[in-house]
């Protein structure tokens, strides 16, 4: 395998309704066979279906694909091999079941790159002291032990009930760095 070769999409035929299963039984083995580096992601695109019945929204997930799994992977003898003999995979999409990948158009109609995590911009560090701006504990100072930008998270140790301390997993949003310090 060259160094520079790069993790393309490719999509895969499973039975219908075995999508999940297929994109669990896959992840499982590449963790098992420590195969990260050559099948980074699989995925199953589903698109948000918010109805509203009898006043109330309810939220579902259907699949953009039915009976498709996608997978971005550099295709070797063993990721082939580790692929296609997932129960539920009747084989790759392409002539004579021959990977063909999407092409970059295609991956972008798709949005299959942009699951990249959300990163929170955050102005205070860990030890700095911050003032709790929503949620129960409003209007009470604190000190940052820990942040967690990538969760939009923050693990504060807020003073309460007296000199007691105690320690808060909160929202970056409903803090800001204390002025007064």
Not at 3 to 23: D, I, L, M, P, R
Not at 121 to 130: H, L, Q, S, T, Y
Not at 138 to 165: C, N, Q
Request: proline content about 4%; some cysteine; aromatic content about 8%.
């Amino acid at each position: 395998m060259a160094e520079n070769e790069q993790a393309k999409w490719y999509v895969v035929h499973t039975y219908s309704g075995h999508e999940n299963k297929v994109k669990a039984t896959i992840e499982k083995a590449v963790q098992n066979r420590n195969m990260e580096d050559i099948i980074p992601r699989v995925s199953v695109p589903v698109e948000e279906i918010v109805e509203e019945k009898n006043g109330k929204k309810h939220t579902r997930y259907r699949k953009i694909f039915p009976g498709y799994c996608l997978v971005k992977m550099i295709v070797t003898d063993e990721s082939w091999y580790v692929v296609r003999n997932t129960k539920g995979v009747t084989g790759f999409v392409g002539p004579n079941s021959k990977p063909i990948p999407l092409t970059e158009q295609e991956v972008i109609n798709m949005g299959l790159e942009e699951e990249v995590p959300v990163i929170y911009k955050i102005d205070f560090a860990e030890g700095d002291r911050v003032i709790i701006k929503g949620g129960a504990f409003s209007g009470l100072r604190a000190t940052v032990v820990s942040l967690h930008p990538e969760k939009g998270m923050a693990k504060i140790k807020v003073y309460m009930f007296g000199d007691r301390e105690t320690l808060v997993d909160i929202e970056v949003s409903q803090l800001e760095k204390d002025k007064e310090e």
